[in-house]
């Protein structure tokens, strides 16, 4: 048995490709590492991987060659030194390779730790810019029937009218826009959105708050 064989008795591809951050769906689909991929296109299983998109295929090894940009075999020695595989070879890693390999690792892990900030700050600020839209709607609802002055000299409600279009604005991006209009509002104007949407959640609250309790 050569080193190639030993190592895919070893370990399983679906294994190492998770641990590389390829998320694998209980239906055994995956997003493509290997391109844009939206949707996921790429069916992997213990031994083999094939994306319907752009083509890949491949094993364990010919996964971390491709992912790496290794030969086949510095792939599977690759393999053995990460998970200490009982598996002997001629082949040595060099310091420079190592410490090569080092910054590839931390760079796929700043990526992928920015990549889920990125989503759970979308998923999460499309529910607080609902939340303002339906604070918004309360406090209109609360100034229906009084007097046009009481309306108008609320800091409070002007602020929220002011900023009502901009909210609208941020949830289409964030609902339906594309993956830069994302990206932009993420990385430019963050900050922003969670100051506004702050600030007219507490508004709102003061106001529906000084209300119910002049009803009570």
Known sequence: MNVFEEVKRYIGTDKVMQDNGVKIGRNGMACCPFHNDKHPSMKVDGKHYHCFGCGAHGDVIGFVAQYYGLSQYDAACKIIEDYNLPIETDYEITKEERADFIRKQQRKEHILSVKEKFKKWTDGKIVDLKDCEAIIEEVRKEFIGTGPGEAFL????????????????WLDILCTGSEDEKRNLFLNDREEVNRIAANIRRAGNEILGKHRKCAG
Do not use: K, Q, V
Not at 154 to 169: D, K, Q, T, W
């Open 154 to 169: 609320s800091n409070g409600f002007a602020y929220m009218l002011h900023y009502e279009a901009i909210i609208s604005h």
